[in-house]
């Protein structure tokens, strides 16, 4: 308990503002993606690190249980993802969300 | 500065450096690599935070899953590894200020507030205690069946939206 | 008595008589701690090497001896160190590292696949005090480091520059995860049984051997765990009429030796694991109580008998076709692990009335569980074999002889 808590959520805080500058600033779908990924593991860290200094009941492990669930949820989102941009690769023959830009005005 | 405080700041190097790797790498190979860094580094995190099995969780899933799944993507999807524009859209002042921003929002907000502290004990049978709570019916066996519902949906969305035609 | 005491506990002995000397020469207690994880890391790390450096030679001279020839031999010592002539061969040879490749990639891939190898080694039990760590998720910490080294093969194909390489890279990483999935229901099936995931704890929950109570569980296993190093009869690397040398075409000198360092390992601590989930660990009949130094010298025979099964399949077997591999993975294996699956959370929960005849009531009706598993798999297999399109050629086969 020597690591106290507002370290921990400053690290997820700045690992969610990088994913957040990534997802917003690049080219590449698959590379917004894996920015998504990086905000999703910061919010596991912030639920972990509350369970572990501010939950009282401890027993029923709810933020273990909690960051299972967003576990699940991120690989369950990131096939999905990645089979859109390979499907977009395979009829467009691009990768770069500026040029997916049919339903612009 | 205990041991456990040098641990922490030696991980944080390595989940932050990853994912400014992910961010400013123009080699989007590169990029996957600095991304199973940082996920390495944030299952130190979860180490240190007296939660093992979530670490176990978050390599095998995390670096043995969806790191593969991401590099089998990019792979699919280079045009002949050329890369004569810069790897940023337009918008990429905006996202940098926002980004900006919001983190100093949100430092601001941590440093201030008094968080509540309780010393309870991570209880020792930690694992078996996790199985009976995701399966209990007074905690959470309903976000443990929406979860697998939904990744069985994402499974069979998937393979159907990746087909070939 | 105090000697005889001293060299039946030997390697406990001896290490709380070190930790006694530093103590006494005034060195601090985290001092004495941090000296004992040190030298337990380096005994760790030469149990790995030399395991290559034995079982190199001893591969190729048993499947020389099931071929019919005599194998290395020109080496002193009837080829033993032959593993020191196959280094100095490695060290001598010109490091290539291909033009376009990315260097750095190149160079990292063949470390990312002999560090996570011998991580294994850490959490691998040697006796009933001899572990290096005793992580309560012990098993999900070796699958895990299998799931690194899925990603190490990656970095590797994609390296080299070379799509030929990148093709056969694909098609390990294939074969990998297809064969992660059985192996992990095999492993679950085993928590069942133990109840924990520490693997000092599965040994120690082994009355009887496990490979007894479910032969099933344990033939999966070996042969998941067989894919998943990479051996034959689902070797795709060292493979000649298959891609040349597959993901490590373009690797040379000590970078190619530490591919197959990297396997050789990974073997070993394979053995290890098999022996510790089905084959009782460090127990033998109760002369771990008799003599606890003996314990390590009875996981490294178990080992080496595991490791001699794994090569009289690589001199028995002919190599399968990729498309068969993979199909027999997800169509056969995953099916028949996950009914054996369900059959033992069933088994686990009969209700005994006697706790200490428990592993024998629920030991016993597994095995019969088994026995049934293996004869209905039999009939199906036999019945689905009957229909399929080879069937009239069989005919065919059988009216001609008649």
């Known amino acids: 308990m020597d690591v106290p808590l507002s370290w921990y959520l400053l690290v997820a805080a700045a690992l969610f503002c990088i994913g957040l500058a990534g997802a917003l600033s690049r080219r590449n779908a698959i590379a917004v993606l894996m920015s998504v990924e990086l905000m999703l593991n910061s919010v596991n860290i912030n639920l972990l690190a509350f369970w572990r200094h501010v939950e009282v009941v401890k027993a029923t492990l709810s933020g273990q249980a909690f960051a299972i669930i967003v576990i699940t949820v991120a690989a369950a989102e990131a096939a999905v993802g990645l089979a859109l941009a ?15 830009d049919l339903m612009k005005l | 500065m205990t041991v456990s405080q040098v641990v922490f700041i030696l991980l944080s190097i390595a989940a932050l450096g990853g994912a400014l790797g992910v961010v400013f790498a123009r080699n989007l190979f590169r990029s996957a690599l600095a991304l199973v860094l940082s996920f390495v580094g944030v299952a130190g995190f979860y180490v240190l935070l007296e939660a093992e099995l979530l670490a176990m ?27 004569e524009t810069l790897p940023w859209n337009e918008q990429w002042v905006g996202a940098v200020i926002v980004a900006v921003v919001l983190f100093a929002a949100l430092v601001f907000v941590l440093i201030r507030v008094d968080w509540p502290t309780a010393e309870a004990q991570v209880p020792p049978d930690a694992i078996s205690l996790l199985g009976q709570s995701l399966v209990s019916p007074d905690f959470y066996v309903l976000p443990f069946e929406v979860a697998s519902v939904l990744l069985l949906v994402a499974l069979v969305g998937a393979v159907i939206i990746a087909r070939e035609q | 008595m105090g000697i005889i005491n001293f060299i039946l506990n030997f390697w406990v002995e001896l290490g709380d008589w070190v930790a006694g000397v530093l103590s006494g020469w005034g060195v601090p207690q985290w001092g004495v701690n941090l000296i004992a994880d040190i030298v337990g890391v380096v005994i760790l790390l030469v149990v790995g090497v030399a395991a290559v450096l034995i ?13 019919d020839r005599p194998g ?39 470390l990312l696949v002999a560090v996570p190898a011998l991580l294994v080694y850490a959490v691998l039990p040697f006796g009933p005090r001899l572990v290096g760590q005793n992580l309560n998720v012990g098993i999900l910490f070796v699958v895990a480091i299998g799931a690194v080294h899925v990603v190490a093969v990656l970095i590797a194909a994609w390296g080299s520059n070379n799509k030929y390489a990148l093709l056969s890279g694909f098609r390990v990483v294939n074969q990998l995860l297809a064969y992660e999935i059985p192996m992990v229901l095999c492993i679950l099936t085993v928590i069942l049984f133990t109840k924990t995931m520490s693997l000092q704890g599965m040994v120690e929950a082994q009355t009887v051997p496990y490979f007894v109570v479910m032969p099933v569980t344990g033939l999966i296993f070996l042969v998941a765990a067989l894919a998943e190093a990479n051996r034959s009869p689902v070797d795709l690397i060292e493979a000649d009429s298959e891609m040349v040398a597959g993901y490590i075409i373009e690797y040379s000198g000590m970078k190619f030796a530490m591919f197959f360092i990297a396997e050789y390992v990974n073997m070993f601590a394979v053995g290890i694991l098999i022996s510790t989930l089905f084959l009782g660990g460090w127990k033998f009949f109760g002369l771990e109580d008799l003599a606890p130094v003996l314990t390590p010298v009875i996981v490294f025979a178990k080992a080496t008998f595991v490791i001699f099964v794994m090569l009289w399949f690589r001199a028995t077997f002919p190599r399968m076709r990729f498309d068969h591999l993979v199909g027999f993975a997800w169509k056969f294996l995953v099916p028949l692990s996950l009914v054996n699956l369900f059959i033992a959370a069933l088994v686990v929960k009969i209700p005994v009335a006697d706790p200490v005849q428990e592993p024998w009531i629920h030991g016993g009706v597994m095995l019969l569980a088994n026995i049934v598993v293996i004869i209905a798999t039999a009939i199906i297999l036999n019945r689905t074999a009957r229909r399929v399109e080879g069937a009239p050629a069989l005919k065919r086969i059988a009216a001609v002889e008649r």
């Open chain 1, 86 to 100: 390979i499907a977009l690769y395979r009829n467009r023959r691009t990768v770069d969300v500026e040029d997916v």
């Open chain 2, 57 to 83: 969780i978050q390599i095998l899933v995390y670096v043995g899953a969806i790191a593969i799944l991401i590099i089998f993507a990019i792979m699919l999807s280079r045009r002949l590894m050329s890369s």
């Open chain 3, 55 to 67: 079982f190199t030679p001893m591969e190729r001279k048993v499947i020389g001896r099931m071929q």
């Open chain 3, 72 to 110: 290395p031999n020109r080496t002193p010592g009837y080829g033993a160190i032959q593993a020191v002539a196959d280094a100095i061969k490695m060290l001598t040879k010109e490091d290539i590292i291909p033009r376009n490749a990315d260097r750095f990639l190149h160079m990292l891939a063949p």
